[in-house]
């Protein structure tokens, strides 16, 4: 691990690339000027570019960034609050005090930002500029007969690619499922059903029996007809791996065994997965095909020595960001290394901006020094 230095910038290890970022990212370079420039051991929400080695930080407290569809703000959810920063402000506005769990999410068209109270216990859908709320309903079902237990921190809701539904993890009363609500807030069904732990005896109506596996945070195809999600078992036997839900036959299937220990992303044809999961000793990011047990994961990864977690994807599906050993690895889609963005915090949950010209990530202290 590197200190941080008392410089106006921190540094971007590796090659720059020449980068034709436009009228739009050339005026980001230059606003950037105006952005708080991080001291040493600052956490935070950060913004860097992989091709030219500027690097600012755009607020705190430190959340995973989630880039507005248009790429002009980026929101973040931490306990005390949701904050949205356009690129243009000098300062990020705080558009709400619930405490939140988990990553938000924006609506295609970037009206709504969608978080899970972790204290109402309830999925919250927020008007992405004023903060009012459009709608609020509870993680629990219906029929649930006991509160959650804890909720999910792992990835957020998910919206639909035409903004008209949103997929949760909702409790059921014995575990964690995947909810789809319409996108005024009308309208929800759950779409998961995991069986309960076997019992040796009959139990009483009202017993309070946990799942045999509980979901992962829900990702949507790109064409909008399924859900990707993982499934952790929580006793022996129970099912687990990651599947594919298709919306229309109501059917499930089996893509891989591995146990996602980040969010699941869809490439852009449909054809295959992108998560890290830990195998062999050490994580790592995997692209997994999506069809039924197609063919083995191909890891990404390899020539991480700390190997990696967090990956996200490029728009223009040439490269691959990840969190590696306290760092940002920057790695073509092939799994070459091309550079790293480094420091003396731990730097995770990389987003890339929809132009594909910067890179948000949040930075805060950690005593693990690697992922391997």
């Known amino acids: 691990m590197h200190a941080y230095q008392g410089h106006d910038q921190r540094q971007l290890r590796g090659e720059r690339p020449p980068s034709s970022l436009g009228i739009a990212a050339t005026c980001l370079i230059v606003l950037l000027q105006a952005c708080a420039q991080p001291a040493a051991g600052e956490s935070g929400v950060f913004i860097a570019s992989p091709g ?25 959810a931490t306990e005390d609050g949701l904050y949205r920063r356009e690129i243009t402000a000098n300062a990020p506005t705080l558009l709400s005090t619930r405490a939140a769990a988990g990553r938000p999410a924006w609506s295609p068209d970037g009206g709504v930002l969608a978080i899970v109270d972790r204290e109402a216990e309830t999925l919250v859908a927020l008007d992405a500029a004023t903060g009012e709320t459009r709608f609020e309903l509870d993680i629990a079902t219906r029929d649930a007969r006991h509160r959650p237990l804890a909720l999910p921190v792992l990835g957020g809701p998910a919206w639909s690619p035409d903004g008209t539904r949103l997929a949760f993890n909702c409790w059921d009363g014995h575990g964690d499922e995947i909810c789809v609500v319409q996108a005024d807030g009308s309208g929800n069904i759950q779409l998961t059903h995991i069986q309960t732990r076997r019992t040796p005896s009959q139990p009483p109506p009202d017993a309070f029996i946990l799942a045999s596996s509980n979901a992962g945070p829900p990702a949507w195809s790109p064409q909008g007809d399924e859900l990707a999600l993982a499934v952790y078992p929580e006793q022996r036997g129970a099912a687990s791996g990651v599947f594919v839900v298709d919306l229309v036959a109501g059917t499930a299937r089996r893509v891989s065994t591995l146990l996602p220990n980040s969010e699941i992303a869809w490439f852009p044809d449909g054809g295959s997965l992108l998560f890290s999961a830990r195998d ?16 083995e994961a191909k890891r990404l990864t390899e020539a991480l020595t700390s190997g990696a977690r967090e990956p996200a994807l490029s728009p223009d599906q040439t490269r691959l960001a990840v969190a590696s050993g306290g760092d ?9 290394v091309q550079a790293s963005i480094d ?12 132009e594909g010209d910067w890179i948000a990530f949040e930075a805060a202290p950690d005593p693990l020094e690697s992922y391997s």
């Open 328 to 336: 940002v690895a920057i790695l073509d889609i092939q799994g070459n």
């Open 343 to 354: 420091g003396g915090m731990a730097h995770r949950h990389p987003a890339w901006r929809p």
């Open 52 to 76: 030219r080695g500027a690097i600012a930080l755009l607020g705190q407290p430190a959340g995973a960034p989630v880039w507005a569809p248009n790429g002009d703000a980026i929101a973040w």
């Open 280 to 295: 062999q000793g050490r994580s790592d990011a995997f692209r997994v095909p999506t069809a039924a047990e197609a063919g």
